[in-house]
């Protein structure tokens, strides 16, 4: 398998704009996690799916962000509008059973000017 | 704040040597796990132990958990260059969620 697939793996945009990252979980993982990283607020989650549906949405920060799972193999996250401080590297990991163990993809960067 | 806080937060030795790494956490748990993150790259699991384990071994890991106190500790032996990463403890406190610790910087030195 080749493992969790994100893209892209870089992504510099200005305030204001739209921003899609995507994320392919590992086949037969029935979690989906998203989370974010920074150095001042380290990793944190923002949302998980299990079986495709939203389960815990509440480390979203404001309404600027939207995620969705349409398909086991694929989600999205969404920032309209990105704003400077949404600059982190964004990873989305999946599970076969939830808390166990989560194999994290390799992240996107982003940084909103 | 944290469910899991990492100790020291950076750490850095010999090549050879032994490198240990504490994680203190505040709520009861269901199981707790370490992950490895190296620079630029995503977290990579290292080990789970559950909350009714003490001690559990993986190549060169160790972990202990003693509940009693809320602590966790992972023992690297032997060190080699590539260890050098990032380490975070992550705790399972039911549902199906994981709080990641800020992590414990590791750097070994050849």
């Known amino acids: 398998d080749a493992g969790v697939i994100q893209s892209p793996r870089h992504e510099v945009t200005e305030m204001g704009q739209e921003v899609t990252l995507r994320c392919k979980p590992i086949?037969?993982?029935?979690?989906l996690f998203w989370y974010r990283q920074t150095m001042m607020r380290g990793l944190e989650l923002l949302i998980y799916?299990?079986?495709?549906?939203?389960?815990?949405d509440s480390g979203m920060p404001e309404d600027r962000f939207s995620a969705k799972m349409p398909n086991a193999s694929f989600s999205t996250l969404k920032i309209q509008p990105s704003e400077p401080r949404d600059s982190a590297v964004y990873f989305c990991?999946?599970?076969?059973?939830?808390?166990?163990?989560?194999?994290f993809g390799p992240g996107t960067r982003l940084t909103v000017l | 704040s944290q469910q899991g806080e990492e100790d020291p937060q950076a750490l850095s030795i010999q090549e050879g040597e032994n490198a240990t790494m504490n994680c203190s956490y505040k709520?009861?748990?269901?199981?707790l796990q370490w992950y490895r993150q190296n620079s630029g790259r995503g977290l990579v699991h290292l080990i789970l132990?559950?909350?009714?384990?003490r001690e559990k071994h993986s190549g060169r890991l160790r972990v202990t958990l003693d509940t009693s106190k809320k602590s966790s500790s992972l023992l690297i032996t032997a060190s080699r260059a590539a260890d050098t990463a990032s380490y975070f403890c992550?705790?399972?406190?039911?549902?199906?969620?994981?709080?990641f610790g800020a992590g414990t910087i590791l750097r070994v030195k050849s």
């Open positions: 132990i559950r909350s009714n384990e």
């Open positions: 086949s037969g993982h029935d979690y």
């Open positions: 990991a999946s599970s076969p059973g939830g808390a166990d163990t989560q194999y």
């Open positions: 992550a705790t399972s406190v039911g549902g199906n969620k994981l709080v």
């Open positions: 799916f299990n079986n495709n549906v939203p389960i815990d």
């Open positions: 709520t009861s748990i269901n199981n």
